[in-house]
Structure formats: C-alpha cells, structure tokens
C-alpha cells in the first residue's frame, strides 16, 4: 500500500538552482496535484492535472512547472530556486469522483539558502 | 475565488475537555467539505461532508456540515493529548482542486 510517494523529504538549494521534486501513485488516480504549505497560510494549490498529459496553474504558480506523461507520475520543477519557494511541498491525488477523498503524500521540506 | 476560513487559529485546552472547531466557506460550486488532522508530515483524513445536517462520527470526533449558514464544525470530545495537531477544513472544487483553510491548531495539556 505504498499510496502517495514523494522524494526527497528533505532538501536545501541553493539560490538559483533547479530541482525536481517527485511524486509518484499507485492507485490510478487521475487528478493529482501539488501544494506548498507556509506558516499561517494553510495549503495553496501550484498546479494540478486531470488527467496524463493535462495540466493547469493553480493559485501560486509561479517558478515552478509540472508535467503528466504517465497517470502515475507527477513530478514539480523548480526552476531557478529563490528563498520564497523556501516551504514544505506536498503532493495530493484523488480519484475522478467530485469531492472525494484526496490522498496526501508525506511532503518535502524545501529550504533555499 | 473559493474561499475557506477556520476559526480560531490556536486553542489549547486540557486533557478531558471538549472542543468545537469551526470553518466557514465561500464558494462558487459547492461540492464537498473535508475535515484533515495534521500532526508532523501528511494531513490525515477525518471526514467528508456532502449533505447538510448529517453528523459524520469517528470516535471521539464527530462533524456536521450547515449548507444555509455555509460552516461546518468539527467537535472532539474528551481531548487527549495525542489530539494535539493542526485541523484542516478543505473544500473540493472543480477538477477535485483543493482549497484550505489556514488550519486550527489545537493543543491539549495534561
């Protein structure tokens, strides 16, 4: 029952770097999406996909991009790292249904020095 | 823009007493409220609410959502310390998109 899986847990760039962060389900979901959590703002949505090979911006998308070749995998770039992307990201997948359940990876602690 | 507001912030309160957490929404298409308890890493599901005035119950915690006043409540009863967490109210959207309050962080003393 491996669920939702995100690698790495833990990661520090530096300014202007680029990372992947990974996001991997192994339930068919077809939505899945990404999230940044900061203190006192609760979750807000990067991107999000319905489906492989369909993806759209959420509420803060800036400096990141997202692709969906496989409906398993669902990986988040950072493209050239700066201190505000500094947070704990997660990644979240959920079946076709309206208002069911999403399912949470254990997020990536993300630290831009 | 969907909208999700919790309330209060931070509670603490002792072990064995009852609590009531709150979370209103503004939305343009109601679809489902979800409860989440979050301790260090991965919100944690609680509830789903769709139909207004039908308690959900899980133990000690239970949750019912009010479609007229737009809230819904999230009451757990004989708090123990392991309760200790921040509680997140969401809302699904279109496309299952995701929209968080800022979370209750409740911590219960001994």
């Known amino acids: 029952n491996a669920g939702v899986t995100q690698t790495p847990k833990f990661q520090v760039l530096k300014t202007g770097q680029s990372m992947t962060l990974q996001c991997a389900q192994d339930?068919?979901?077809?939505?899945m999406s990404w999230y940044r959590q900061d203190p006192g703002m609760g979750l807000r949505l990067i991107h999000y996909s319905v489906g492989a090979g369909i993806t759209d911006q959420g509420e803060v998308p800036n400096g990141y991009n997202v692709s969906r070749s496989t409906t398993e995998d669902f990986p988040l770039r950072l493209l050239s790292a700066a201190p505000s992307q500094t947070s704990v990201y997660f990644c979240?997948?959920?079946?076709?249904?309206?208002?069911?359940?999403?399912?949470f990876g254990q997020g990536t602690r993300l630290t831009v020095v | 823009e969907d909208k999700v507001v919790q309330s209060p912030l931070s509670l603490v309160v002792h072990e064995g007493d009852t609590v009531t957490l709150n979370c209103s929404y503004e939305v343009t298409n109601f679809r489902s409220l979800l409860w989440y308890k979050q301790e260090k890493k991965a919100p944690t599901f609680l509830f789903m609410l769709?139909?207004?005035?039908i308690e959900k119950k899980s133990g000690r915690l239970s949750s019912i959502l009010d479609k007229k006043e737009l809230s819904s409540i999230l009451n757990i009863t004989a708090t123990q310390t392991g309760d200790s967490a921040i509680y997140l109210c969401?809302?699904?959207?279109?496309?299952?998109?995701?929209?968080f309050g800022t979370g209750t962080r409740l911590q219960v003393t001994l």
């Open positions: 769709t139909s207004s005035g």
């Open positions: 339930m068919n979901h077809e939505y």
């Open positions: 979240a997948s959920s079946n076709r249904d309206w208002g069911t359940e999403a399912f």
């Open positions: 969401v809302h699904t959207g279109t496309a299952s998109k995701l929209t």
